[in-house]
């Protein structure tokens, strides 16, 4: 098992990496469980093939599971689920100093954190993520937030985890195209920051997604470090630092805005293609060479994830997709910084980028391979 320390002032959290974290969680997570009864919040899938291990390891040791469910996507991260769920945790008597345990991918992570943000000013919470994206991305660095008309994660509140448990045997439940769209993530941080990762991943990437039990562990394990260095350094993205992370997330949002938060384009697989779209940019622009591109472009499409917008068939322009863009939460006076690259493992803040120019470039992509 891995443990990676994330360490904030005064506030330092565990992420722990491994196999049978949660048939074992009354003992990982003891610390936290202060009372005879817990409430847990559950993506309905996640409970049904996880639900019964963590009711059984809490039953033996004398603690009731309180289970409120989640319907699965990202519908689910609205003002009315929010509502409930925290309408839910007030009648369940939940105080300041209990913790809520969040079992499922981001949207549940992302759901409970955000109404453990809120409920009596700030409880704890704990993480268990069951996706693959959820467990390198979501679970760790505080960022909770719900979806509006207007955007994704547009209100929301940063509230760290006191705890995170990534059993990586959940995700032998993970249907292919979601084990792909988390993988997504595992390469962005090799993109943005180390070199040597991407060089490691395009070796090894296959008996990731194949989930071989060391490589698997390694990927995770790397990935949580990188972001727990980054978000130490810039919990609140004030700094310039954490919004590094956003690589490909820029054009990644306006995809899936265009394309209606939908299953038509899963959030990974968005990311995965916003990384294309920010290489090729950053070489349209002469800020990194044409073959990083070009690698970046083959990583992608040899891990099965979508490298090509073309490919959406999408009905609309690049001006579109950039009105998206306007929307994008690290909006500021006006501006929107992009996340480019010099090389791969080079990614730097750019808040000089024009967004008709991103549009043309847009327009380019929409109709070319």
Known sequence: M???????????????????????IATEA?????????????????RANWGDAVSRSLELAGIEPRWFDVAPGEASKSWDSLACLTDWLLAQNVERGDHVFALGGGVVGDLTGFACAILKRGCG????????????DSSVGGKTAI??????????????????????????????????AGYAEVLKYGVLGDRSFFDWLEEHGDAVLGMEQAPLEEAVARSVSAKARIVAEDERETSGARALLNL????????????????????????AMGMVLAARYSARCGLM??????????????AGLP?????????CSGGDLADHMQHDKKMDAGILPFILLRGIGSAFLDREVRLEDVAAFLDEQLQAH
């Open 147 to 180: 979806n509006t008309p207007a955007g994704k994660n547009l209100v929301g509140a940063f509230h760290q985890p006191s705890l995170v448990l990534a059993d990586l045997g959940t995700l032998s439940t993970l249907p292919q195209r979601e084990m792909r």
């Open 248 to 271: 490909g997330h820029t054009f990644g949002h306006a995809l899936e805005a265009e394309t209606g938060f939908s299953d038509k384009l899963l959030h990974g697989e968005a990311v």
């Open 289 to 302: 060479r044409i073959e990083d591109a070009e690698r970046v472009t083959h990583a992608v499409d040899a």
């Open 2 to 24: 891995a443990m990676i320390s994330v360490e904030l002032a005064g506030r330092d959290y565990e992420v722990r990496v491994g196999h049978g974290l949660l048939q074992n």
């Open 30 to 46: 003891e610390p936290f469980l202060r009372k005879r009864h817990v409430c847990i919040v559950a993506d309905i899938n996640a």
């Open 125 to 136: 919470f704990v993480q268990l993520p069951t996706t693959l994206l959820s467990q390198v």
């Open 307 to 315: 490298a090509e917008i073309s490919a959406l068939e999408l009905a």
